[in-house]
């Protein structure tokens, strides 16, 4: 019988990429983590003698505590954090039990972007459509949950990542921009190591609609027509991006779990 205070590999597999993922907080201890440099998508590091730290950084929110191998120190503190009235959860196998289950993404963690102040910071063009979406949605959802995003002119976008530190996306000539025939999202996916049938499914439709290439998904005019709707609908930028956060959860469902599902009416209608 599981602990009440377990959480699968399948369940929280169930849960990364949606809305209702806890926090993932991996407390390996260094010398593990330097074996073994990857993380679960969206698991942020924490000291696992810093509980106090921790209680400020969860604020209140569920966790899945993740070490290497699911035992002492994951236990330990899922069990500390459920003492003072937080919901966590330990993950059952830890990273070696991820490691090993076929088809569960890992990110070097040199790749992930710089935190300030328990965050990241992007920026990109104003008047974001479809890449300048996807990406953010992408990001909070399986990198960074309290990333930040800046829309300035095209022209400013260099500077203000020179000045605020931020990471440039969607722009010529910066490392996560769109190569040949391809869009951001795929330069993401493929840097991030992030490329599970859902989540490979999904980038089709958005380079479909980012590339005005329609005969590759046939979902792409339905994604564009929405990305345009909201463009206009709202004048600020940050409007849009966060319907379209709904948007793209739903999108991404229908990749993961709804690609077979038909609907037609009247029900009685021959095939």
């Not at 929110?61 to 899922?78: N, V």
Request: proline share 8%; charged share 20%; aromatic share 10%.
């Amino acid at each position: 019988m599981a602990a009440p205070n377990e959480i699968t590999i399948q369940q929280l597999l169930r849960l990364i990429g949606t809305p209702n993922c806890p926090q993932i907080v991996d407390i390996s201890i260094d010398p593990d983590f330097a074996d073994d440099p990857h993380q679960i998508p969206g698991a942020f590091r924490h000291l696992h003698g810093d509980l106090p730290g921790l209680f400020t950084r969860l604020n209140g929110q569920p966790s899945s505590i993740i070490c290497q191998k699911g035992i002492k120190l994951s236990q330990g503190m899922a069990a500390q954090l459920r003492s003072a009235g937080l919901r966590s959860e330990y993950l059952s196998g830890g990273n070696y039990g991820w490691r090993n289950r076929t088809q569960a993404p890992r990110i070097l963690s040199a790749i992930l972007p710089p935190m300030d102040q328990g965050h990241s910071i992007w920026v990109t063009r104003y008047q974001p459509k479809i890449d300048r979406i996807a990406c953010p949605w992408l990001i909070r959802r399986f990198v960074d949950k309290y990333a930040r995003f800046l829309f300035v002119s095209p022209a400013e976008v260099i500077g203000v990542s020179e000045r605020y530190n931020a990471i440039p996306f969607n722009i010529e000539d910066t490392f996560w921009c769109y190569p040949g025939d391809t869009c951001t999202f795929d330069t993401m996916l493929d840097e991030f190591g992030l490329r599970p049938p859902a989540l490979d499914r999904l980038s089709t439709v958005v380079r479909a609609a980012d590339t005005d290439n329609h005969d590759l998904a046939p979902e792409a005019a339905g994604l564009l027509a929405l990305s345009v709707g909201l463009s206009r609908q709202y004048r600020d930028d940050l409007e849009p991006l966060k319907a379209g956060m709904h948007l793209y959860d739903a999108l991404y469902r229908w990749a993961r779990d709804g690609t077979e599902e038909r609907h037609a009416w009247p029900t009685g209608k021959p095939s």
